[in-house]
């Protein structure tokens, strides 16, 4: 991968993504009220927090795919608006929680539909080189996975929002598309939004994290000390933090 040149670490920068006093939800219904979170460029930041609290929705937000039903999303310091399409192409990624690979087509075609090309997806996971020629669906979930995640960074997007990789795959495949995460974060300078069930990984990839319950943070902190923290603040809400 090529490096990008910055000089500056990521906490002293200002933010690629911000949303203040968020409320999002369905219809008329508010199921993530006043959320003030912000992600930027090359840290990774663990959105978590038990089902329901409203990670989803949040990141569906973000992403362009519910309209907010209250509050600011900015994009570099600028109202960020538009649907998906218009974010994507400003450089917002989404990796929404199904995967969204084609089944019936190959991985090549899969990769060629993402606009980012092929080479810089293999650069990510070289895995992949070997099974271009494959039927999506007759790859195992995790390499679905690689394919999912591999075409949203070939894009080069600014921010990434990824929702839930882990979902269903095995520990050491999670491990390994967190791995090219974080690479892909240090050295193509993107910041990531992370959601996830699995505390304890979440914050082992990550630079810092959100805690959501019942549509609300409840805590934020940094990922290298903040497990104490998580468990004791997912006990009191009686939820498991692995
Ligand atoms: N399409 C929908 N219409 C109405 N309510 C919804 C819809 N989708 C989700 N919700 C509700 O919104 C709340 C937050 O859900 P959300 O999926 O954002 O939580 P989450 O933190 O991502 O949970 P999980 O970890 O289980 O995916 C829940 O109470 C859920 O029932």
Redesign the pocket.
Known sequence: MTAVAHTEPATARGAALRATSLVA???D?A??RGLDIEVRAGEIVALL??????????L?TLAGELRPLGGEISWFGSPLTGGLHKRAASGLGFVP?ERSVIMSMSVRDNLLLGSGGIEPAVEVFPELGALLDRRAGLLSGGEQQMLTLGRALARRPKVLLA??LSLGLGPIVVDRLLAALRDAATTLDIGVLL?E?QARRALAASDRWYL?RR?ELVASGDSSDGMDEIQRLYLAGHDSAD
């Open positions: 939800g369905y219809g219904l199921v993530v927090g038990p089902n329901g609290a409203g990670k989803s929705t949040t569906l929680e929702d839930e959601v069930q959501m549509g």
